[in-house]
């Protein structure tokens, strides 16, 4: 469905080389009676399609395709290039992925491939010019996934010697000269100077750490090889396959390589929404984690929609959404009943076009026993299956949504620059991801709606850009930051390190300088345990696990208490942009934020506390996370189309609200 389309769509993974064949009819005519209209299959099936090298078996997914596509389900066909099969890992034991350690990982499980492995890049280009080949025209097939979340399991970096040629290749074409390198790395220090392309290694099993450009421009590089990885299959499919969306399902908060880059070859962004593992190994105090314990951290899906959101140029689809407990955690409690309603909800408000559910029968079998599904393993329905029946009931009493609007505030997230703090933390106590969802959540508390954007995105109509960690800001988007009217805050580190991980020669912020005058002359982590005072007007407020001396002759907006330079600027601004030099904690960051946002003259509602709202076109919907119910605050007028004015644990309140001053 497009944006503008009144009604989620939804679907589910399903599996029909797990299952006899008995069952797929059965299953198609369950599926299509419950409501939904999408299945995905085959990503895991290479071994079943191709048991022998060049030995097709097409018969069983010809089957399986026309029975979920005469019931009456769109289906969405994978490429099955996550899980090689073993006689092509025993043909070509080169293709297997290579460990930081340098161990090779073997098979036995999934996503067992380098990608530079130029010999797996042949065979997943041939696998998907058959599968594209022969379902391409299929009247049945109406989008492609390729792949299965890049970067699961931590095989975005092989340290093979593929990869080893393959850097060598890519770092000649980024410096053209030796010496080129030698000076963006800095190997002057420690006597580090390479003679010659060849020379160079991957930067593993090292004895100290490597110079810290050597390993961005791994990074970067693998980040290349997934996108190159990508487009190759899509180009593929779209050939063989004309019309048909082109979707990758990308994890939540994974950074090791630019979502973006590899966004711009897709028709569609989709996501698998994972949120009690995403709790379990997030940002949350261990009090804060018990708190949401059932219902996940609130504000890191919402951050995930809003980020596939820009990564799909505005099209983003939820691929697995998880229907109960999982396996894969270090502790997997079940969701709160409500929450696969509530989930779904929530990824309709924040644009999000169609929502898969995985999976749809718990297999009974291999790694995943544990793992819900919309089913339990004796095909008798479990509580998401009766959450998705609810979903499907209330989704026709609702009005058209329309599209979402274009948010006021955007928010930075640069994958470059989550390499840099990667290799250079200063600290185990920063950790950019987190900081990331503090300051998102800061801000959804305060009722707003956001857009996640890169430095590539179009800044018109935003009136406030924040920016967390754009450590490496790039000059032209700084340009087009100045050019655009919005202002701007951004969080320590702004500007710290160049394109090549050096400090800049006029010192951090470097480019950002020219829409704030500062330098950064200090920079200290601090461990948890510590607080940092700022006072900040007739208010105090506390930070902690980054500080930073600076030197200005902007405006102190606050100011650090204490007895370590006391008086030193914390907060600085002008009428453009804004700067902290600490990590407020969240209590006082959200001051920050209504602050900021009463400068940048964007209204907000006071803190919602366990409260969310989103809108979509005419539509307000608001969650309720916490233990209480809440009063949600709608207009007097408000029209309720789900829920009502008092919202009871896990609730979810969609209403038209017409009232503009409380929309925004
Ligand atoms: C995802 C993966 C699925 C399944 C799921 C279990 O990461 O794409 O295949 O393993 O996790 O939660």
């Known amino acids: 469905m497009t944006d503008q389309d009144r009604r989620p769509e939804l679907g589910v993974c399903y599996y029909p080389e797990q299952w006899s064949e008995e069952k797929w009819a059965e299953d198609a005519a369950r599926m299509v009676a419950l409501g939904l209209t999408w299945v995905r299959v085959a990503e895991f099936a290479w071994a079943k399609i191709e048991p022998k090298p060049d030995h097709f078996d097409w018969a069983w997914l010809d089957r399986a395709v026309e029975t979920l596509g005469a019931a009456g389900l769109k289906v969405i066909l994978c490429t099955p290039t996550a899980a090689p099969p073993k006689w092509l890992v025993d043909l070509y034991p080169e293709i297997l992925p290579v460990a930081e350690d340098g161990t090779v990982r073997k098979f036995g499980a999934r996503r067992h491939y380098c990608f530079s492995s130029i010999r797996y890049r042949e065979e997943a280009a041939r696998i998907t010019g058959e599968i594209a080949g022969r379902y391409g025209k299929n009247p049945h097939v109406h989008a492609w996934q390729t792949d299965n979340e890049y970067g699961d399991h931590d095989t975005i970096h092989s ?4 990869a080893e040629e393959a850097f060598r290749l890519w770092l000649q074409a980024r410096y053209g000269t030796i010496d080129a390198l030698n000076e963006a790395w800095g190997t002057s220090f420690w006597s580090m100077t390479y003679q010659g392309f ?99 951290d609130p504000d890191q899906t919402s951050f995930n929609h809003d980020l596939y959101r820009a990564v799909g140029r505005g099209r983003m689809w939820v691929m697995e959404q998880q229907p109960g407990p999982v396996n894969w955690a270090t502790s997997n409690q079940a969701p709160a009943d409500g929450m696969v309603r509530l989930w779904t909800w929530l990824a309709h408000a924040h644009g999000c076009e ?22 339990l393993s004796d095909s008798t329905p479990d509580q998401a299956f009766r959450e998705v029946a609810e979903v499907v009931a209330e989704a026709q009493a609702l009005p058209a949504a329309g599209p979402r609007a274009r948010a006021r505030v955007a928010f930075v997230l640069d994958y470059p620059s989550r390499w840099a703090t990667l290799t250079l933390p200063q600290g185990q106590t920063y950790r950019a991801n987190h900081i990331a969802l503090d300051w998102y959540g800061a801000l959804r508390r305060l009722g707003l709606d956001i857009d996640i954007i890169g430095q590539h995105s179009d800044l018109a109509g935003y009136d406030l850009v924040v920016a967390p960690d754009l450590v490496i800001p790039d000059p032209g988007f700084v340009r087009r930051l100045a050019a655009s009217g919005a202002k ?9 390190k160049t394109e090549t991980m050096q400090t800049p020669a006029t010192l951090a912020p470097g480019p950002l300088g020219a829409l704030l005058d500062f330098r950064v002359l200090r920079v200290e982590s601090l461990p948890d345990y510590h607080g940092e005072r700022l006072v900040m007007g007739n208010r105090t407020l506390a930070a902690r696990r980054w500080r930073e001396t600076i030197e200005t002759h902007e405006k102190a907006l606050a100011r650090f208490a204490g007895d370590y330079r006391d008086g030193a600027p914390a907060f600085i601004g ?30 907000h509602l006071p803190d919602l506390g366990d409260l969310r709202l989103t ?50």
């Open 159 to 162: 340290y093979s010697p593929a």
């Open 198 to 296: 060849d020379q160079i290694d991957l930067p593993n099993n090292l004895v100290e750490e490597p110079s810290p450009t050597h390993r961005v421009d791994f990074m970067r590089f693998s980040s290349d090889q997934v996108k190159s990885f990508n487009k190759a299959q899509v180009e593929i499919i779209r050939a063989l396959s004309p019309g048909r969306p082109v979707t990758h399902n990308y994890m939540n908060q994974n950074t090791d390589f630019d979502h973006y880059a590899v966004g711009e070859d897709l028709d569609i962004a989709s996501w698998d929404v994972y949120p009690m593992g995403g709790l379990v190994h997030g940002r949350l105090s261990d009090a804060d984690k018990a708190r949401y314990l059932r219902v996940g």
């Open 354 to 375: 169609m929502v898969s559910y995985f999976r749809w029968r718990q297999a009974p079998f291999a790694q995943e026993q544990f793992h819900a599904g919309l089913l």
């Open 488 to 496: 701007a805050l951004f969080g320590p580190r702004a500007g710290s």
């Open 574 to 603: 002008n009428d453009r942009a804004r700067y902290l030099a600490t990590l407020p904690d969240p209590g006082s960051l959200r001051e920050v934020m209504a602050d900021t946002l009463s400068w940048a003259g964007v209204a």
């Open 615 to 664: 809108r979509r076109g005419g539509l307000t919907f608001a969650f309720n996370y916490g233990p209480a119910a809440a009063e949600v605050p709608a207009p007097s007028g408000a029209r309720f189309h789900i829920g009502g004015r008092l919202l009871p644990p896990v609730g979810v309140a969609v209403w038209s609200d017409q009232d503009r001053t409380t929309s925004r």
